[in-house]
């Protein structure tokens, strides 16, 4: 016998014992913590476990021969779940710095962010959102000094020129020289115009030149005032960063990766049992924003509350979802290289989007 054929018979004598290895190690139908997060994973209206995840799981247990039954364990409980061996592994969880080492992660086979849903803004939110703006601007307090100044350049003008027989107010009655006296500051705060001037004293064309240019100043000021109440208005209703959701009402999934980070940096939220009540809390008014994962609340948002909320993601959070069981499951080597295999291959990408569905702000 040739040396190679030794070894290729070698090398199936090592398979074969090590497939037969693998099928005694999990001939116990394994425990597969499920919790319902749509589309990763969810009830459909059979009762039937369904979803992205589901799917993935199945194909994988059926490859390798891996008998299995769901146990529906809380979100918040799965890691618990895993290390207490209440539960053997879980089709699809947000990988966590704090879990590393405490639960096996096989390689992630969906990437996606966190979002917030908020309700789109009618005309009067709009315009109540702006008046707040404003308000919390100075520009009233500007208005005030504006006014304020007007009446005393008026009152200047007035006394200075109101005796001068061929000046500004010798063509009117002395009953209406205040209200022309603040028609002219008025008119001088945007230009002064040439003839005008040549009608006042010397001292009162200096003063007019001077609330010309005080005018031109007070109007940029109050102009960029303005467009930042605005802009702030506008901004206030959108959400880019989670530092943003501080300024609403905001919700999230109890036990979810987006609940800790607005924790950690002391955004106050609602907890809700599932994404589906934290959006029907939204659809009520209850809460003003729900966070969570973007593709979770699209895809819920999209299926039972059409056109009534606005999506915002936040790339800058990424989310990679896995598979994850507790410390050394024997299968676990092959179940990871069967994710590879399936997750690489150049339909998995569609497959995703068959249940996620497009991503609509």
């Known amino acids: 016998m040739s040396r190679s054929l030794y070894l290729t018979i070698l090398v199936f004598l090592g398979l074969a014992l090590s497939c037969r290895a693998v099928d005694n190690r999990i001939s116990q139908p394994l425990r597969v913590a499920v919790f319902d997060r749509p589309p990763y994973t969810f009830k459909n209206e059979d009762g039937i476990w369904s979803g992205v995840a589901i799917e993935l799981w199945e194909q994988i247990a059926r490859q390798l021969n891996i008998p299995f039954s769901y146990v529906d364990v809380p979100l918040a409980q799965v890691s618990q779940a895993l290390q207490k061996g209440e539960a053997d592994i879980t089709p699809s969880v947000a990988l966590r710095q704090d879990a590393v080492g405490l639960v096996d992660y096989t390689t992630p086979f969906l990437v996606s962010s966190m979002g917030a849903q908020t309700t789109k803004q009618s005309l009067r939110l709009k315009a109540a959102a702006f008046w707040q703006s404003l308000r919390g601007s100075g520009i009233f307090l500007l208005m005030a000094a504006m006014l304020a100044a007007l009446i005393i350049f008026s009152l200047v003008i007035m006394l200075l020129e109101r005796k001068k027989n061929d000046g500004h107010f010798s063509e009117v009655p002395p009953e209406g020289h205040l209200l022309h006296s603040l028609w002219f500051s008025a008119l001088t705060m945007m230009c002064l115009e040439y003839d005008v001037a040549l009608r006042l004293s010397f001292v009162g064309r200096m003063l007019a030149y001077m609330w010309s240019f005080a005018g031109i100043l007070f109007l940029t000021v109050f102009t960029g005032a303005a467009v930042s109440a605005f ?10 960063q989670l530092e943003d959701l501080a300024h609403f009402r905001t919700g999230v999934y109890t036990g979810s990766a987006t609940e800790r980070e607005l924790r950690n940096i002391g955004v106050p939220v609602r907890g809700y049992n599932s994404p589906e009540e934290g959006l029907a809390a939204l659809a009520r008014g209850e809460i003003t924003a729900f966070a969570d994962d973007a593709i979770p609340i ?3 948002a999209n299926n039972t509350y059409p056109g009534q909320f606005t999506l915002s993601s936040i790339p800058a959070h990424s989310m990679l979802y896995a598979m994850a069981s507790h410390r050394d499951l024997p299968c676990f080597p092959a179940i990871n290289r069967s994710i590879q295999e399936i997750t ?5 990408a569609s497959r995703v989007q068959r249940w996620t569905g497009p991503m609509n702000p």
């Open 231 to 240: 802009s702030s208005a506008e901004s206030n209703g959108q959400v880019t």
């Open 298 to 300: 699209n895809y819920i």
């Open 344 to 348: 690489l291959a150049p339909d998995w």
